[in-house]
T-cell receptor, first 112, second 114 residues
């Protein structure tokens, strides 16, 4: 238990669906991150939020839309995804940007 | 960005000491070296972090030579449960106000057998 929770743990969605991934951290951290991990590939940093402000967007397609309503919660809204978007989506938080990151268990997403 | 290079995989046996070396030839003055561990279908977990010389905690040791162009993660007396992917990251932890983009490489798959 790292203090970072993610829901749902597993999600299957069609290409025309809209869904959201939720991340919550109970550590009092100021920075939160979304990562994508595809099979046999390195983790890809998608978005970084610091004090609820998005500070990094690493060329992620617009079908992924992050939201950070407060420093404890982070969402990833998904719409019209492609099968190649199937992956493990990991949320992390840290005290400040790029300090030690604590990862959640991830959401295993399958796009059919 | 300081790029890191690690072996793709390593094999060991229970009770052995495992040393995983990471090369980071273009490490910057403000960069720290950090290692993470990841089990299948889980998020990475912080193991250890250092800047120079040697750092030790209850899990591992980190050896960093004077030129800091490489580092070695040392796991004493590994067990089956240490089978995982180990990532070496190099970056500025925001201490200078800017902060580098930290990138996870492909990591080293450690397999521990009986």
């Amino acid at each position: 238990e790292t203090g970072v929770t993610q829901t749902p743990r597993h999600l299957v969605m069609g290409m025309t669906n809209k869904k959201s991934l939720k991340c919550e951290q109970h550590l009092g951290h100021n920075a939160m991150y979304w990562y994508k991990q595809s099979a046999k590939k390195p983790l890809e940093l998608m978005f970084v939020y610091s004090l609820e402000e998005r500070v990094e967007n690493n060329s992620v397609p617009s079908r992924f839309s992050p939201e950070c309503p407060n420093s404890s919660h982070l969402f990833l809204h998904l719409h019209t995804l492609q099968p190649e978007d199937s992956a493990l989506y990991l949320c992390a938080s840290s005290q400040d940007r790029f300090y030690e990151q604590y990862f959640g268990p991830g959401t295993r997403l399958t796009v059919t | 960005l300081a790029k890191t290079t690690q072996p793709i995989s390593m094999d060991s046996y229970e009770g052995q000491e495992v040393n995983i070396t990471c090369s980071h030839n273009n490490i910057a003055t403000n960069d720290y070296i950090t290692w993470y561990q990841q089990f299948p279908s889980q998020g990475p977990r912080f193991i250890i972090q250092g800047y120079k010389t040697k750092v030790t905690n209850e899990v591992a040791s980190l050896f960093i030579p004077a030129d800091r162009k490489s580092s070695t993660l040392s796991l004493p007396r590994v067990s089956l449960s240490d089978t995982a992917v180990y990532y070496c990251l190099v970056g500025d932890w925001g201490l200078t106000g800017g902060g580098n983009k930290l990138t996870f490489g492909t990591g080293t798959q450690l397999k521990v057998e009986l």
